[in-house]
């Protein structure tokens, strides 16, 4: 557009040179002429301008408006994707965590592959305790502290609330029995276990070698290097105490027993063959059994069968005593006497035992002596001081049976 402006311009310069070269005579008709191919050429650059300024006005103004449009276009795809983007962020969910605190003794996990969860959503976990370690309680609690009902079965379950949730567990150390025999005795629990809790009873026995018995026992607390005694119960030679909130320990201490010098550590029987003890028309068999029982007492019984031989019966007949009932392996029926565990004492440098015994209404003090053959006591010889000639049963030698 611009090259045909140039180019027409060129030519009206030329055509008004030659004007000017012309005769005077012309110059007016050519002046005339000048004048009009001035206004013509005005009028054609005025319409060319014209023309090019519309043309460029109607260029650059549709190029401007093709641009506005695109920009509009482009502000409206911004618009959208900024409402679209908008639309997503309103409508994405909200998830919340699990956190486990307390754990240095538990092992908790969650079940599944899912680490967070939505409001609403089941969430199911699992626990243990380290070996030597209880779980007194745990909590489940949302972000503002409130606590989250949960169901505990094999795995415990909670619908996640509308924040985050923590799990706390509470744990305390479980406590150990530690055991100190003697050097002759040991002691044994009743269903022992690795680790006990406060408030457990144990349970528990003592046994001795032969020759030995129980010097001291006790039980203990025990904190670090402190060890502090408590009582404990005891029936016959079993024994019990209730665990405190530590460590106990059971320490046993024996100690030989004292050398008896009793002959007889285990029950021994000795008897008298039959004799005839007369009396008016009456004789009487008499038989004597003296039991040592093995605890340094011994017990006696004296029997009778009586034959009548007529006439009156004046003779004194030993009183019967009820509390004492004659073994059934020993002869007599009709009456008896003795006494049963009774104490003794022994004289080891004169082979003798003493014991006191009750005839009648009065004490009577007996004796035995031992009869050796070597180590072995073959047979006893029992010996009564009464004043009743009656009753006497005199020196009597006794075999063992």
């Known amino acids: 557009m611009k090259n045909s402006k140039l180019l027409i311009l060129i030519a009206a310069s030329l055509l008004l040179s030659c004007g000017n070269n012309s005769s005077n005579s012309s110059s007016s008709s050519e002046s005339s002429k000048n004048q009009t191919e001035t206004v013509n050429t005005t009028k054609v650059d005025s319409t060319i301008e014209s023309s090019e300024t519309t043309t460029e006005t109607t260029t650059v103004s549709s190029t401007e408006s093709s641009e506005s449009s ?7 795809s911004e618009s ?14 909200v998830k919340y965590t699990v956190n486990f605190v307390g754990t240095e003794f538990v092992n908790a996990s969650l079940i599944g592959t899912k680490e967070e969860f939505a409001s609403g959503e089941e969430v199911i976990f699992s626990y243990s305790v380290a070996y030597g370690y209880k779980i007194t309680s745990f909590s489940i609690k949302d972000a503002s502290g409130a606590d989250v009902e949960y169901a505990e079965t094999s795995f415990v379950t909670f619908t996640m609330p509308s924040s985050n949730v923590t799990v706390s567990f509470f744990t305390v150390a479980r406590h150990t029995l530690s055991l100190k025999n003697g050097e002759h005795s040991s002691i044994t629990v009743t269903d022992q276990k690795d680790y006990y809790d406060e408030g457990d009873v ?3 026995t003592v046994t001795f070698e032969e020759g030995y018995e129980l010097d001291t026992l006790k039980v203990y607390k025990v904190m670090g290097e402190v060890a502090m005694e408590i009582e404990y119960q005891a029936t ?20 030989a027993k004292p050398v008896s010098s009793d002959p007889f550590t285990v029950k021994t029987t000795y008897q008298s063959d039959e004799w005839l003890f007369p009396n008016g028309d009456y004789n009487y068999y008499m038989y004597l059994r003296v039991v040592f029982n093995g605890d340094m007492t011994l017990s006696w019984y004296l029997s009778f069968n009586s034959e009548y031989w007529g006439g009156e019966d004046w003779a004194y007949i030993p009183p019967k005593r009820a509390a004492v009932t004659k073994p059934n392996d020993m002869p007599g029926e009709e009456l008896k006497d003795g006494q049963e565990n009774l104490p003794y004492t022994y004289d080891q440098a004169n082979e003798k035992i003493t014991f006191t015994a009750a005839v009648k ?41």
């Open 236 to 255: 016959e030679t079993n024994y019990s105490f209730t665990f405190a909130d530590m460590n106990m320990q059971i320490v046993l201490a024996d100690k």
């Open 70 to 76: 695109t920009e509009s276009s482009e502000s409206s």
């Open 80 to 93: 959208s994707e900024s409402s679209t983007e908008s639309s997503s962020t309103t409508t994405e969910e």
């Open 202 to 204: 144990v349970n528990f």
């Open 361 to 401: 209404s009065s004490d009577i003090e007996c004796s035995i002596k031992l009869n050796k053959e070597g180590n072995e006591i073959k047979t006893i010889t029992f010996e009564t001081k009464m004043g009743d000639e009656y009753y006497q049963t005199g020196n009597r030698t006794l075999k063992k049976i």
